[in-house]
């Protein structure tokens, strides 16, 4: 194992002091780290990881610095195209060290999400022409070397890390006052959607808290569509379903996922028909993953639904909130529902027991 702090002094040392990503389950640790010591300035939460390899990219050409840019695998996929498009040797040439979450590696048990991307990981960034090590407990010349080949070829360089690499390294969680937590807010909002209606819910907590809700309460899983990966496109999901169908599609997304694919809700509001609804829980964190902030409250998320086309904006903290808002969500075209709520969930939240090639296959048959 290694020691947390003593990595990022590390590479610090090595005058790598720009740190900027999304946060991942694996290196919760690291970032938490980063968040402790990094100046704000210094450490920035990207919406997506494509767009953490351009703010890199761009600091490199300001600075000739190398940025850290940190990931969970399952990033790669929206790195891909700025890794190859702006940082590859045959474009701009731009180095910058990926520090790569291995969620789903080969002979280790993981959710079905990570595994495909657990098996590619490695292949793709060899298809990407980058040289990578996986991180070792030894790893001050894993550094050295990767330092090295970012000043001699100016490419990029990837470290892979394993699971349970790092030290525990705590920091508390600056959670918002509001009265219910996420799960509390998802009882409510659940308790308020009529049975033949579908649900598709958001990556992280979420959809294990739902699928709880659903087991807890004795109700079928078949309306909900739990995007277990592929973050950031739930609503995408959820508005095509709701243009194949006649019931009400709820979508329920979470401040990080609405972040990543902000985009999208432009789309959303443009072609959505009244079945389309809209329900984000604003935690103001990636609190599946640790709790690193997101911007969540920072910008006026009502304001942008309302600037891209959302005709109706509700909000609520308390379960009366809750209810009232959902029974006018039903209602109206173009709605949408920002719930607030304080940061945590149960320690012993468990994950869906229902594959997702059977959950599609039950939702599939709900629709006919
Ligand atoms: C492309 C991608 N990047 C990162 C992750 C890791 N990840 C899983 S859940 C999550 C946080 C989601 O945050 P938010 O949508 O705000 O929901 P919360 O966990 O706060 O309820 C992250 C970063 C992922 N699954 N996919």
Do not use: E, H, R, W
């Given at each position: 194992m290694i020691d947390t702090k003593a990595f990022y002094d590390c590479l610090i040392s090595h005058n790598m002091d720009f740190f900027t990503g999304v946060p991942d389950s694996l290196l919760a640790n690291f970032c938490a780290c980063v968040k402790q010591n990094a100046p704000d300035n210094r450490n920035i939460i990207a919406a997506n990881e494509g767009n953490a390899v351009g703010i890199a990219c761009g600091y490199h050409i300001?600075?000739?610095?190398?940025?850290?840019?940190?990931?969970?695998?399952?990033?790669e996929g929206n790195a891909v195209n700025p890794l190859l498009s702006i940082a590859d040797e045959e474009v701009y040439s731009i180095p910058l060290l990926l520090l790569i979450g291995w969620r789903g590696e080969p002979g280790t048990k993981d959710e079905p999400q990570h595994k495909k991307q657990g098996k590619v990981t490695l292949a793709l960034l060899e298809a990407m022409g980058i040289a990578y090590e996986i991180l070792e407990d030894n790893y001050m010349p894993q550094i050295t070397r990767a330092v090295e080949y970012m000043r001699t070829y100016s490419k990029p360089y990837a470290i892979v890390v394993r699971k349970g690499t790092f030290s525990d390294y705590k920091i508390s969680k600056e959670s918002a006052d509001y009265p219910l937590s996420r799960e509390q807010a998802l009882e409510c909002v659940l308790s308020c959607i009529p049975e033949q209606d579908f649900i598709v819910s958001t990556t992280g907590k979420t959809s294990r808290e739902i699928f709880e809700i659903r087991e807890a309460c004795g109700q079928s899983h078949s309306g909900d569509f739990l995007t277990v990966g592929g973050m950031g496109h739930t609503s995408s999901i959820a508005l095509g379903m709701s243009l194949g169908t006649e019931r009400n599609v709820y979508c329920i997304d979470g401040d990080g996922s609405f972040i990543m694919h902000m985009g999208a809700f432009a789309i959303n509001a443009d072609k959505a028909d009244a079945?389309?609804?809209?329900?984000?829980n604003n935690n103001g964190a990636h609190e599946s993953v640790g709790g690193q902030p997101t911007v969540g409250f920072k910008i006026d998320i009502p304001a942008v639904l309302k600037a891209v086309g959302f005709e109706h904006i509700f909000t609520a903290q308390t379960p009366e909130e809750i209810t009232a808002a959902m029974q006018q969500l039903a209602d109206v075209r173009l709605g949408a529902l920002i719930l607030y709520t304080h940061q945590g969930s149960r320690e012993d939240l468990g994950r869906p027991t229902?594959?997702?090639?059977?959950?599609?296959?039950a939702m599939m048959e709900k629709f006919v």
């Open positions: 300001a600075t000739g610095k190398y940025g850290v840019v940190y990931m969970q695998n399952s990033g079945n389309f609804k809209y329900i984000l229902v594959s997702p090639i059977d959950n599609k296959k």
